[in-house]
């Protein structure tokens, strides 16, 4: 994976919460640190993310995506 975004940070999924139209994604990045991050459905599904599957937080100013290797 190769990203323009300089913060990117592995971690595995702890838990997805999918609501109407938006998904909540926790990412446990270490000692005892947790990332949330709010992306769609959409692209939860295409990532497969999952409880336990290896994903990064990338965080770009305000913002924070998911992405998967």
């Known amino acids: 994976m190769k990203l323009s975004a300089r913060n990117v940070i592995?971690?595995?999924?702890v838990s997805v919460t999918k609501g109407a139209t938006t998904a909540h994604v926790r990412i446990?990045?270490?000692?005892?640190v947790t990332v949330t991050a709010a992306i769609t459905n959409e692209a939860t599904d295409e990532l497969g993310l999952a409880?336990?599957?290896?994903?990064?937080?990338v965080i770009k100013a305000s913002d924070v995506m998911v992405g998967v290797e």
């Open 28 to 32: 446990d990045i270490g000692n005892g």
């Open 10 to 13: 592995p971690g595995t999924v």
């Open 51 to 57: 409880p336990g599957k290896k994903a990064s937080a």
